[in-house]
């Protein structure tokens, strides 16, 4: 201020040196813009790499709990289709979830990433409008069926036999198939069927598949006749014990097995609450050391299907997926921000708290997610984002 004060008073005496001053300070201003520039270019930058809709490589400068690697795109053509619901890794590559039951968008085959190649390649016909969940049943990866394509006189249920899923078109009624677990010696499907039919059915050594009577809470044989939904959407074993979650109606009900039947046991309808990026009351569980761990977008534990803690983490407000790795429980967090979504992965310690391994920013909230030991792979884009340029991408953190 003071230079150029001066420089004005002087120019009335000498005019050639007011206009030196001129320059000089007319270069000045240029150099000070040039600079400015300059740090709000570093600054957008170094935004971009905790910002993974950039898709920018990991910086050995960032915080390892904030490193972002790459993208992998999404493996269906159509927006219809990206909605990835279940994640799994299975001898060396990337299953995914695709389709939608509701509004029938079948995804037709089955699609996964092979690692090796870095390439995403068909793996059997699916001849359902949702791949939903992904199921490991005595060492074999498998997917119940949600709506068959074909007539709903059965239902079907997918397993990966050498390299491509074979359909198995074996439950009777099974409009929807939402769940598969063996117990007991016996294979348990957990069926969506039509009014008069039971929402699960078992077999022993063969598929010739027979209904599982339901015991009502009176404590008599129950009919599902006069109800419009019928479904059974989850079996979770806990122990010793076998339940499965029952809706009929507007009840959403827990059941457990007894001497052949399910037999009513606690009602859930006010001890769940829900959230609105699945189709599912109870998006994934998870069992670990006598404690079941359920999310319907908040967290739940429970001993025994009927008395349920809610557990959800503070400053996450939509708990997506849950996985067991080496016997550690994980969990896919979101948290909404002013410009999108904070995505974190978390660790449950032996002493009932949090510890968080993963945190990313994200235009859309995360969806599922699977873990190799190396890398976190989470799934990004629900129902509400099909259109958005990276609905169905996967986000990989080294």
């Known amino acids: 201020g003071t230079k150029r004060t001066e420089c004005r008073r002087n120019s009335?005496?000498?005019?050639?040196?007011?206009?030196?001053?001129?320059?000089?300070?007319?270069?000045?201003?240029?150099?000070?813009?040039?600079i400015c520039l300059l740090c709000l270019l570093f600054a957008s930058c170094e935004a971009a790499t905790e910002d993974f809709s950039a898709a920018s490589?990991?910086?050995?400068?960032?915080p390892d709990n904030k490193a972002a690697s790459h993208f992998i795109q999404p493996?269906?053509?159509?927006?219809?289709?990206?909605?990835?619901?279940?994640?799994?890794?299975w001898d060396g590559c990337l299953y995914i979830g695709a389709g939608d039951f509701d509004k029938n968008h079948s995804p037709g085959v089955a699609r996964r990433y092979?690692?090796?190649?870095?390439?995403?390649?068909s793996c059997g016909t699916i001849p359902d409008e949702q791949i939903g969940r992904?199921?490991?049943l005595e060492n074999q990866l498998m997917i119940p069926g949600f709506d068959p394509t074909e007539d709903w006189s059965l239902g079907n249920y997918y397993v990966l036999e050498e390299d491509r899923f074979i359909t198995h078109r074996v439950?009777?009624?099974g409009i929807h198939c939402f769940d598969l677990r063996l117990y007991d010696h016996q294979f348990f499907a957990a069926l969506g069927v039509s009014a008069g039919n039971m929402p699960v059915v078992s077999t022993g050594n063969n598929e010739n598949f027979q209904p599982v009577p339901l015991i009502g809470p009176d404590g008599t044989p129950l009919s599902t006749k006069g109800y419009t939904e019928v479904r059974a959407y989850d079996l979770v074993t806990i122990g010793d014990t076998l339940y499965a979650i029952v809706r009929l109606d507007e009840n959403l009900q827990a059941y457990k097995y007894?001497?052949?039947?399910?037999?009513?046991?606690s009602d859930l309808r006010y001890k769940l609450v829900g959230s609105a990026i699945s189709y599912l009351p109870v998006i994934e569980k998870a069992v670990l050391s006598g404690t079941a761990f359920l999310t319907t977008g908040r967290l739940y534990c429970t001993e025994n299907m009927d008395a349920f803690a809610d557990i959800t983490p503070d400053g996450i407000d939509v708990v997506a997926d849950l996985l067991v790795y080496n016997d550690t429980l994980y969990l896919l967090g979101n948290t909404k921000t002013d410009?999108?979504?904070?995505?974190?992965?978390?660790?449950?310690?032996s002493d009932c708290t949090f510890e968080t391994v993963k945190t990313v920013s994200s235009d859309l909230l995360s969806q599922s997610f699977a873990y190799d030991g190396e890398y976190w792979y989470i799934a990004i884009g629900g129902m509400s984002d099909l259109n958005h340029k990276d609905s169905g991408k996967i986000l990989c953190l080294s």
């Not at 490589?57 to 960032?62: G, K, P, Q, R, W």
């Not at 092979?114 to 390649?121: G, L, P």
């Not at 007894?258 to 046991?265: E, K, M, Q, R």
């Not at 410009?339 to 310690?349: C, E, I, K």
């Open 12 to 34: 009335c005496f000498h005019n050639d040196l007011y206009v030196d001053c001129r320059l000089t300070m007319r270069v000045k201003r240029l150099l000070i813009l040039f």
């Open 258 to 265: 007894d001497n052949g039947s399910f037999v009513y046991h």
């Open 134 to 136: 992904f199921i490991v």
């Open 339 to 349: 410009h999108g979504y904070m995505l974190s992965v978390l660790q449950y310690n």
């Open 171 to 173: 439950f009777p009624n």
């Open 57 to 62: 490589s990991a910086d050995e400068t960032i």
């Open 75 to 89: 493996g269906y053509a159509s927006n219809q289709l990206h909605v990835i619901w279940d994640m799994k890794i």
């Open 114 to 121: 092979r690692f090796e190649t870095n390439e995403w390649e």
